[in-house]
Structures are given as structure tokens and as C-alpha cells.
């Protein structure tokens, strides 16, 4: 029987995983936002030494995630299981990392929910007894995305106002069995939602139903209010999914506007850096997660907080055939102590 | 959420969505195309009348323009300037013949990491392809209804 379900969607974990460490590596636009003082590695050059931006983001992942070991005074043979996911076409910046890494690894996909995806599944492996040595870790970049799903960076061209610009950041979060926490304590794992959004510069609408419910589910399913926590923060909505999510919570019962936010929205100075509606991809709620957030928690700014990264599960060849946009959201439950 | 709500939410999201959305600044937009555009035209009539100062027959002289805002466009776009002048102008840098040369170089520098074939020679055309497709079928079809109103109407 599965004793640690609650409810439809949750898993209440009886042996809360510890975060031991975190790693953030960011390209310069990020450590130039409001953030930039919290990530570990800002770089002054997004190709990072590399020849290509493919390169240079599977070598962000590779150092995100070394960085997180070395800061806990481990050794990547201490690792059980790595947990990593980011845009690229069959997942080439995870895979080509865990190639020099050789940590067994999980390759997952997720589009910009990875890093909760990649949290939940590690919380899991380590509450069920599997392992002591967790890393979950997820990267996008700004230049390789934009090849992949749109033009070429010089391309001349206008972006509507409810796109969003990739981050370009990579995020490991080492994820342990003993620990004096902040403790991953429950885990909502979100169902694909798609409310019939087709524009490919909108997605933060696109996402925002997907957000909305896996939130909803969160509170059905455990019995909590939003007063529960501090921080209830969604992962890349931008501006204007931002505000479509707090109208649908609302909707379902609940009022998150006064301790809820989006990384895509914090990460950068929305007027000065302009990113139109704000931020979005794989790095956006890891580097926002594994740099600011997890700090808030460890210094005790934060007591409780609901992350909640968000995923448009769209690929350039569904919207060339009229598909709508599917999203997808997991929640994970950070508490300082447990 | 309930499915009772979902169904609803569902109908309501794309009022809800239209409701949000924030608009691009028309009439902003068009003033910076048309002055932006306008002055991408203004230099190549200057190039025209450079020209023709020189003694290029009129006939001939729309290839030497061509030839150098094609090339102007192409020099920004690698110096890495079209695109950050375009992001402001629109419509004013992508109809003049320099937008046609910066939807052409600008695959072909970000390719280039694919090698000379697969890269720069395949991917190269992949934004200017349906213009130059659609653009060479139209002017074939228009030359031969042109033939034969000519034909009939003597």
C-alpha cells in the first residue's frame, strides 16, 4: 500500500531529504538582475570557453553540479543517482554532463519544470531507502534554446510583448538522507494541462493552468492553506502568466496574491533588461532556487516555501502543425525544519 | 482543480488570457519602421544617385544599389548591429533588401558550428527559403498571364 500518498497527487515524505548543498552557474545578463549576488559562478562569457552554446551549457551543467559535490566535501563516486533534464533536443546537455561526471543517472524531460521534476524524483529514491547521495540539476541558455526553437541570434526580428527570454544559468541541488535541512517535506506532482493556448510567445498563459492546478491539487490534497507558507513561487510564468495563475487559483477557492511570486519575474529588472514578460526556461527556477531561495531558507528569511516549476511541453514541430500548448507543473515543499 | 471547475476555467482562460495580454504599441512601431525604413531608403537613394552621377545608365543602376545595401545589410548583421537596430524598427528593417541579406547571413553565422554542408550550405536559406520560393512561383505565374493579355491585347 502506498503509505506515503496523500491524497490524489501528493507524496508526504516520512524521511524528509536534506539539501545539503546548492550550485548555480548564470550567464552575465543574470548576474547583472536583482539576483546576480546570489549565484555562485556568473560568467563574464556565455560561450564559456567552448565552441558552441550546446557545449557551453552541457559544461555549465558539469560544473553546477561538481561544484555542489565539492561544497559538501564530497566526491561524484559518493553520488547514488543523478536526476537532470534541460531543452535540448534528446536532453544533449544533461547526458553529455553525466558522461564526464559518471554518476548513474536519470535523464529527464519536462521542458522548464525540471528542476522540481528533478527534486521530486530524488526526494523519492532517497525517503524510499535507495540512496544517501542525490543530485537533482537542470540547465538552459539563452543561445542554444533560441537555435533550437526560434531564429538565429542576429536575425532581425520583434519580440511581442508576452515573450519571455531564456535564462541562461544551469542549477544543482545535492540532495542528502541526514542533514540539518531545509528539508524537502512534500511533493505534488503535476498532470498536463492544456487549455487550448497556441501562441508560442505566450507561454506563460500556456502554462498558467497547468500552475494553477498542480497549486490547487497541493492544498486539496494536503489540507494547507497558503498561510502555510511564506513563499509560494512558480517557476517561469512571466508577468502575464504570473497574474493569470493568481486568477485562477482565486477561482478555486484560494487567495496566493500577497506571498506568491514567479522566478521569471524576479530574476530580472523587468523595465531594464528588456525581457518583455520575463524570464523563462530550465535554468530560470533552478538558478532562482539553487541561488536565492536556498539561501532565504538557510539563512531563516524563508521558513516554508511551495516551489513550483512550470513546463510548456511544446516542440517547434507540434506548433508547426497547429497543436495547442500542453503545460505541465510539479510542486515540492521546502521547510527549514521538519 | 475539480473538473467541474476545469471545464469552466477552460472556457473562460481564452477571455481571461485576451483580457491580460499586453498589446504592442502600434502607432510606436510604425513611427520607428517608417523613420528607420525610411532612412535605409534614403541611403540607398543616395548610393542611386551616386551612380548615376558616375554615368551608370538608369536601366542598370537598381543592380549596383542592390549590390551594396544587399552587402550593407550583410556587413551589420556580422558586426552584429542589424539586430539590435531591428529591434526597435520591425517592419522598417525586414521589407527593405537589407532584411532579405540579414534573414540570409544571420543562419548562415549561426550554423556554422554544423560544418560548410550541413551547417552553413543546408540551414542557410531556412528563413529566406519560402520568400525566395514563393517570390520566383508568383513572378513565373505573373510572367505568363503578362504574356498572354500582351498576346491577346495588341
Not at chain 1, 525540471?114 to 521530486?120: D, H
Not at chain 1, 520583434?158 to 538522507?177: C, E, F, H, N
Not at chain 2, 473538473?3 to 502600434?26: R, T, W
Request: hydrophobic content about 40%; aromatic content about 10%.
Amino acid at each position: 500500500m502506498a503509505v506515503k500518498k496523500l491524497g490524489i497527487q501528493t507524496v508526504k515524505l516520512m524521511n524528509p531529504p536534506s539539501i545539503l548543498e546548492t550550485a548555480t552557474i548564470t550567464g552575465s545578463k543574470e548576474g547583472e538582475g536583482p539576483l546576480g549576488q546570489y549565484f555562485d559562478v556568473v560568467l563574464s562569457d556565455d560561450l564559456y570557453g567552448e565552441e558552441s552554446w550546446e557545449k557551453a551549457e552541457s559544461k555549465m551543467t558539469r560544473e553546477a553540479v561538481k561544484l555542489a559535490i565539492n561544497k559538501a566535501n564530497l566526491h561524484p563516486d559518493n553520488i547514488d543517482y543523478m536526476f537532470s533534464g534541460d531543452l535540448l533536443n534528446q536532453i544533449i546537455s544533461s547526458s553529455f554532463a553525466a558522461r564526464e561526471l559518471q554518476i548513474p543517472f536519470f535523464g529527464l524531460y519536462g521542458a522548464c519544470s525540471t528542476m522540481t521534476e528533478s527534486l521530486s524524483l530524488s526526494s523519492m529514491i532517497i525517503d524510499g531507502g535507495y540512496a544517501d547521495y542525490v543530485i537533482a540539476a537542470t540547465s538552459s541558455h539563452f543561445a542554444s534554446a533560441e537555435r533550437q526553437y526560434r531564429f538565429p541570434l542576429e536575425y532581425g526580428g520583434q519580440r511581442p510583448p508576452t515573450s519571455q527570454w531564456t535564462v541562461t544559468g544551469a542549477g544543482a541541488a545535492l540532495l542528502s538522507s541526514s542533514g540539518s535541512g531545509p528539508y524537502i517535506t512534500y511533493v505534488t506532482t503535476g498532470r498536463v494541462m492544456d487549455f487550448g493556448v497556441k501562441d508560442a510567445n505566450n507561454m506563460g498563459a500556456a502554462m498558467a493552468p497547468a500552475a494553477a492546478d498542480t497549486i490547487l491539487r497541493h492544498f486539496k490534497d494536503t489540507g494547507f492553506n497558503p498561510a502555510y507558507y511564506d513563499l509560494i513561487i512558480t517557476g517561469d510564468l512571466g508577468k502575464v502568466g504570473k497574474e493569470l495563475a493568481v486568477e485562477l487559483v482565486k477561482k478555486g477557492g484560494y487567495d496566493i496574491s500577497n506571498i506568491y511570486t514567479d522566478c521569471g519575474v524576479e530574476i530580472f529588472d523587468l523595465t531594464e533588461q528588456d525581457v518583455h514578460s520575463g524570464a523563462s526556461g530550465c535554468g530560470c527556477s533552478a538558478v532562482v532556487f539553487c541561488g536565492y531561495l536556498y539561501k532565504q531558507l538557510k539563512e531563516g528569511n524563508f521558513n516554508r516555501i511551495l516551489l513550483i516549476s512550470t513546463g510548456a511541453l511544446l516542440s517547434p514541430t507540434s506548433s508547426q502543425q497547429g497543436e495547442s500548448i500542453p503545460g505541465i507543473a510539479h510542486a515540492v515543499a521546502i521547510e527549514r525544519s521538519v | 482543480m475539480e473538473k467541474k471547475l476545469e471545464k469552466q476555467l477552460s472556457e473562460e482562460f481564452k477571455n481571461m488570457v485576451d483580457k491580460n495580454n499586453p498589446q504592442s504599441s502600434i502607432i510606436k512601431d510604425c513611427i520607428f519602421a517608417f523613420v528607420i525604413g525610411g532612412l535605409i531608403c534614403d541611403i540607398g537613394q543616395f548610393f542611386m544617385n551616386l551612380f548615376l552621377s558616375f554615368g551608370i545608365p538608369e536601366d542598370n543602376v537598381g543592380f549596383y544599389v542592390a549590390t551594396v545595401m544587399v552587402f550593407l545589410g550583410a556587413f551589420l548583421t556580422g558586426l552584429g548591429i542589424y539586430d539590435n537596430v531591428a529591434k526597435y524598427a520591425g517592419a522598417g528593417t525586414i521589407v527593405p533588401i537589407t532584411g532579405f541579406a540579414n534573414s540570409i547571413v544571420s543562419p548562415a553565422m549561426e550554423f556554422k558550428r554544423e560544418g560548410y554542408i550541413l551547417g552553413v550550405g543546408a540551414r542557410m536559406f531556412i528563413i529566406a527559403g519560402p520568400v525566395l520560393v514563393y517570390g520566383i512561383s508568383s513572378s513565373v505565374i505573373v510572367g505568363i498571364i503578362y504574356y498572354f493579355i500582351k498576346y491577346f491585347v495588341k
